[in-house]
């Protein structure tokens, strides 16, 4: 594994452990009264996360596809640079996924129906976009 992976790595595992702590933190705060948040703002929640997902997709091919067939080498700097923000924006993607659950979480007063499908969701991107070097070809 080349040092520009394992800093991909390292960056994948703490937006990842931060969509841990959104679960954990809802799970755990005690919302002082019950009321419905409007049906509006969980749809418009739920169009920006689709929306996401796949914009997380279309990305990952658009920026990291050379890297997947061998076009593009991490042993060119130009490259490298190219590797680590194509993986951070589609990390971002997959956490912001996460964090439209837990602002849906917050507004509908911690019910798990509202965010755990979210949380769930950004989780199961995140594992989908795992950088391992398999995914990534050398050049030739």
């Not at 929306?51 to 130009?78: E, M, Q, W």
């Amino acid at each position: 594994m080349k040092p520009v992976q394992l800093v991909v790595l390292i960056i994948w595992g703490a937006l990842l452990g931060s969509i841990c702590l959104y679960a954990l933190m809802l799970s755990s705060m005690t919302f002082a009264t019950a009321h419905d948040s409007p049906k509006s703002m969980g749809q418009i929640i739920a169009l920006a996360a689709g929306s996401a997902v796949l914009l997380s997709f279309f990305l990952r091919k658009l920026l990291l596809g050379g890297f997947a067939t061998g076009a593009l080498s991490l042993d060119d700097p130009a490259h490298r640079g190219r590797f680590v923000v194509g993986n951070v924006v589609v990390f971002a993607l997959s956490e912001g996924i996460g964090v439209l659950g837990f602002v849906n979480g917050i507004l509908s007063n911690g019910q798990g129906d509202a965010w755990l499908p979210y949380l769930g969701l950004a989780f199961i991107l995140m594992l989908l976009h795992i950088p391992l070097p398999s995914r990534f070809k050398t050049a030739a």
